[in-house]
């Protein structure tokens, strides 16, 4: 807009004039300033019939129209609500994680299972792990780049994201001076030890040696690892293992750690270990009741004394509506049905010891496996299970159910903390194998 002749020669007067012609539109004084504020305040506190008043005035003005709004008001009611409520009950996809968080919001999808709870071992002097959550956000921050460094790319049926960084963690952060591992399929969890510890022996043992895996595509073969595998294979309970250990210079067993992927009943090897003198133990896939191929801590301690722990098979129960609920959302939880065998036996898989990938199971009676629970209590040290990375609306997993599982690293609603790591580079597949991984310490009754 050009200036006038007037303010052309004087612009600093016309921009006064503007600058004081708004000020007084809309703030006549600094007295009414304050008035206006004030004004604000006793707005709130004005009585509920001065609205009233005014509504009933208003719509006496406005005659026979007012009916007709209300009518509108309430046919969009009607549809949003339709709209809203046909996502929830009809809509919702099994294991899609939006629908999930919308059906139970973040508090349902980390709960502890209502009334369920998550059973545990229960450590004889009450010991626990000297690491805390602080530690594992920190450790993840070093692990995400070490992982993207892996040989073997889909480790499908071996380890995930999850349990890589848990044995990792575990194992850099005790920093035993040998590591043994018995299941070790292509490699990939030799490799991970391998990145905890560069310098320290392995020894490995499994019943196809990795090197054959090579042939077929990626593995990874370690070069200060002895392998009792192949035709060498001798299973961990079958090892010498005074000799072993006095060939890699080992006095002080505690300085050892053992893991475990071979998928054979936990107590058998807990013996087995305990018998060797082993202290420091790391199970892969502690299968929670009613699932997995073989007898688990988890399963073990499943006992009704442990908050979470202990079931019913009565089909009218909490238990009953929960679980049928819950099974709707994630793959691997167990109704009811499942759950129980003949003699409604909950407990292991159906009232089974599993054992050797289900190769074998027998029926055990319910004292027997009470005993267990009491058993591994009496020699246990530390138990800590390994909680998820990350909650399922970040990671998108679809497999466990959250509510079985300790809260995750990085919580459900911390989606800046979660990039931050590096973790929305992984595709999501390697955040579907979480089995709560369990560490333990043992020692002799
Ligand atoms: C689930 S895989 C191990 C996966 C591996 N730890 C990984 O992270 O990729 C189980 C392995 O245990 C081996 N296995 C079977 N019976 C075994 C036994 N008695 N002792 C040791 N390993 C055994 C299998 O041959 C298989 O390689």
Redesign the pocket.
Known sequence: MPLSPSTQKNPTKMLERVLSSRRSASHPDAENDDVAADDSKTKKHLPISFFTTRITNYLTRSGPVWPCFLLLALVLLLIFSLIFNSRRFVCVSPYDPVSRTGFFGFDGLESDFGSLGVPWCRPKHGKTVDWTSKDLIKALEVFVPIYETRPIIN?M???GFDHSFGLWFITQWLKPDLMI??????G??TWVLRQAMPDKPIVS????HPEKYLKKGPAYVDGNCTYFAGKDFV??GSVDWAKVMKKHGITDLSRVIIFF????NELKRIKQALKAGFRHLIF?DNYDTGTGDHYSLRQICDQSYIRGGGHSCFKDSDEARIRSKRKHFWEKAVDIEELCGPGEAWWGVRGYVRD??NHSHKLIPYAEHFQNSRFVESILDVYWELPPVAGPSLTHQTRYDPARAPPPIVEDGRYGLFQRLGLTRFETSVFNGYTQMVYIQISKQ
């Open positions: 480790n049926y071996g380890m591992e018995s299941g070790a399929f292509k990939h969890s043992l499994s019943p196809r299973d961990f992927d071979d998928h054979q892969e050797n990938f």
